[in-house]
């Protein structure tokens, strides 16, 4: 028997260092995951001592004879992965070697609360005697995790709880609704901290330069996630949702979470923490039929198998790939 890991990777990697057998893949112990959309268990080598689990932030891992039905498919995609990827040792990390901080010398200043900056409080708190100081110009903290995650996926929102022992230390403090640059300035901030960590995002979406974006009915992807999470920046937007054809132009992680949003129940919808606004909208849509368009081949796609996964368990969607370059074949004869 083995444990399953059946979503996407929350970037912590927290059930990597814990296994006593080292059977998570890919990864290495440096904690560099920036490029890991995915990690495996190898049901071969796992000895069922639950400690990945234990350690998930977001609740992906499960025993394998206690997999939801709908997320059974990922015991078959675990196994696949170590048959493409034989087991090996990683390679042993030794220099864990931080710069020497003198205790009660240092106050930081981070502004911006979103995934980025509650990372790095949580990497100061492990030093010892920093204080941390976080700003953000909005009334609630953690960016992109609340503004930017689906309203169905609140597993993945719960990463939040790997930063709680951070931000209960003596020495963090919240600083928000203040914008830097308009109630403080960055002198202000050097006035009173020795270092400034900016990790803010982008307030708005980049311009493509190709014909139609600013045709009526086109619409940024931020601008609606933004809407339907309730993000103050983005509540005030009308979306025409009368016609029953939506296009989404690209195929990654972030278009299948619209597609799941524009087609899902209202019943479903209402379950999560949508906005209350969002979800009058899109009781009365009348849309029926979502196409993705992709540049690259559906072998080439930018989704995790999870997000994709997701689309077919929404009650009365059927999911059509139209490619030549796809070779369909049962799992176990692939």
């Known amino acids: 028997m083995a444990y399953v890991i059946t979503q996407n990777c929350c970037k912590d990697a927290s059930c990597v260092p814990v296994c006593p057998v080292d059977c998570i893949r890919p990864g290495n112990r440096s904690a560099d995951f920036t490029g890991t959309e995915m990690l495996y268990i190898d049901p071969a080598t796992c000895i069922d001592c639950g400690a990945c689990m234990e350690e998930c932030p977001v609740g992906a891992i499960?025993?394998?004879?206690?997999?939801?039905?709908q997320l059974k498919p990922f015991r078959e995609?675990?196994?696949?992965?170590?048959?493409?990827?034989?087991?090996?040792?990683?390679?042993?990390?030794?220099?864990?070697?931080?710069?020497?901080?003198?205790?009660?010398?240092?106050?930081?200043?981070?502004?911006?609360?979103?995934?980025?900056?509650?990372?790095?409080?949580?990497?100061?708190?492990?030093?010892?005697?920093?204080?941390?100081?976080?700003?953000?110009?909005?009334?609630?903290?953690?960016?992109?995790?609340?503004?930017g995650v689906a309203p169905d996926h609140q597993r993945t929102k719960s990463v939040v709880d790997v930063f709680r022992p951070a931000f209960t230390r003596t020495g963090f403090e919240w600083h928000l609704n203040i914008e830097v640059g308009r109630e403080l300035s960055h002198a202000d901030l050097?006035?009173?901290?020795?270092?400034?960590i900016y990790a803010v995002g982008a307030s708005l979406s980049r311009d493509l330069g190709i014909p139609g974006e600013r045709l009526p009915g086109h619409h940024?992807?931020?601008?609606?996630?933004?809407?339907?999470?309730?993000?103050?920046?983005?509540?005030?937007?009308?979306?025409?949702?009368?016609?029953?054809?939506?296009?989404?132009?690209?195929?990654?992680?972030?278009?299948?979470?619209?597609?799941?949003?524009?087609?899902?129940?209202?019943?479903?919808?209402?379950?999560?923490d949508i906005a209350d606004h969002s979800l009058k909208l899109?009781?009365?849509?009348?849309?029926?039929?979502?196409?993705?368009?992709?540049?690259?081949?559906?072998?080439?796609?930018?989704?995790?198998?999870?997000?994709?996964?997701?689309?077919?368990?929404?009650?009365?969607?059927?999911?059509?790939?139209?490619?030549?370059?796809?070779?369909?074949?049962?799992v176990n004869n692939c």
């Open 220 to 272: 940024a992807a931020a601008d609606f996630i933004g809407w339907y999470n309730g993000h103050p920046d983005h509540t005030g937007h009308e979306f025409d949702l009368s016609s029953e054809r939506a296009v989404i132009i690209g195929n990654g992680n972030v278009a299948l979470d619209v597609a799941r949003i524009l087609l899902a129940s209202p019943e479903d919808l209402a379950r999560t």
């Open 77 to 147: 995609i675990n196994a696949r992965y170590f048959e493409d990827h034989p087991l090996e040792p990683e390679a042993e990390i030794t220099d864990w070697s931080r710069p020497p901080v003198k205790p009660g010398a240092l106050r930081v200043a981070i502004v911006g609360a979103g995934p980025a900056a509650c990372y790095a409080a949580t990497e100061l708190a492990r030093v010892g005697g920093v204080e941390v100081d976080i700003f953000d110009r909005l009334p609630t903290p953690f960016g992109l995790i609340r503004a």
């Open 190 to 196: 050097l006035a009173h901290h020795h270092a400034v």
């Open 282 to 330: 899109l009781a009365q849509s009348n849309i029926r039929e979502v196409v993705i368009l992709g540049r690259r081949t559906p072998a080439d796609s930018a989704f995790s198998v999870g997000e994709f996964l997701a689309l077919g368990y929404l009650p009365g969607i059927e999911v059509v790939v139209d490619s030549d370059d796809l070779v369909v074949c049962p």
């Open 62 to 69: 499960y025993f394998e004879d206690d997999l939801p039905a």
